[in-house]
């Protein structure tokens, strides 16, 4: 079942206008929260962030918190699904291409659950990455739907036979394209400030809790792109990928190649958090 414009429906009566702003500019915001055991992960860390993008962007949500919760509830329990995620998107809605807002238009949101399995392979195993210049705007903290930089660093990263592809801007390594960035150093864990040049994930603030509850030292400090070639371990983290970890960048090995034991133990105390058995 979807979710658009005010009204739950099949996907096959979902008839997007070509006049949506989010067709025409990408004008819009978007959310994808992981379903475990038929739950929302993080759920209200995840209403927080639409919130702040929303707001970051001039954008009104249709609906207030809770009737957004209300709809997501119904969503997933029409689902069914145990494992998946749900997506959602508020685009600043419907009128004749023209760049500045159009008075009283109403946003309008899309929103529907997918079943998912956890990348368990990835996560035994780890990815390959690849490093790639950060072309995007100044604002990265809004989770905006124009996503054309992601979306090219991703297919050179996939051209190149890598799985991510880590951006730096001028040298300093801010995420990846659709997943934040931290490595392992001496014991201690780095990834970049949470400000305009990142997407202020939810797994990266879960996984920052999780490294503070178990001592494992951490800072949000940038590393640079030649710090890559002395680093102990690295990973990425997301709603999708949980914690990833990264076992090679440019075709060179991160430590000895295979996913490091801090990442190992991050990932476990994902595990419990999140309740997860398999
Ligand atoms: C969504 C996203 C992330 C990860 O955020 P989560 O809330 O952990 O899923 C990281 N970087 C970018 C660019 C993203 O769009």
Not at 71 to 85: F, V, W, Y
Not at 200 to 206: E, F, I, L, W, Y
Not at 229 to 239: G, L, M, P, R, V
Request: hydrophobic share 40%; with cysteine.
């Amino acid at each position: 079942m979807y979710f658009y414009q005010d009204k739950f429906m099949p996907k096959e009566d979902v008839h997007i206008s070509p006049d949506d702003r989010g067709y025409y500019f990408g004008d819009g915001i978007y959310e994808v929260i992981r379903i475990y055991k038929g739950q929302l992960f993080e759920r209200q860390r995840h209403l927080t962030r639409l919130a702040q993008s929303a707001a970051e962007i001039r954008i009104s949500l249709p609906y207030t918190i809770e009737q957004i919760n209300a709809i997501l509830d119904k969503l997933i329990a029409e689902s069914n699904i145990q494992s998946g995620n749900l997506y959602m998107q508020i685009t600043r809605g419907e009128g004749p291409r023209s760049h500045a807002f159009i008075p009283n238009t109403e946003a309008v949101m899309l929103a529907y659950c997918t079943e998912m399995v956890r990348p368990l392979e990835q996560l035994q195993n780890g990815i390959a990455v690849i490093t790639i210049d950060d072309t995007r705007w100044l604002h990265c903290n809004v989770k905006a739907l124009n996503l054309i930089p992601n979306v090219l660093a991703k297919q050179s990263a996939f051209e190149q036979g890598a799985k991510e592809a880590i951006l730096h801007r001028d040298g300093v390594i801010t995420e990846a394209s659709i997943a934040n960035f931290m490595v392992i150093k001496n014991g201690i864990l780095f990834t970049h400030p949470a400000n305009n040049l990142i997407l202020h994930g939810v797994t990266r603030a879960v996984v920052l809790d999780l490294a503070a509850q178990a001592n494992i030292p951490y800072e949000e400090k940038a590393i640079r792109l030649e710090d890559l070639s002395d680093i102990d371990e690295a990973f990425i983290t997301s709603t999708n990928a949980e914690i990833t970890p990264v076992i090679q960048i440019d075709g060179i090995l991160v430590g000895q190649g295979t996913p490091g034991p801090v990442t190992r133990k991050l990932q476990q105390l994902y595990e419990e958090y999140a309740q997860l058995d398999i």
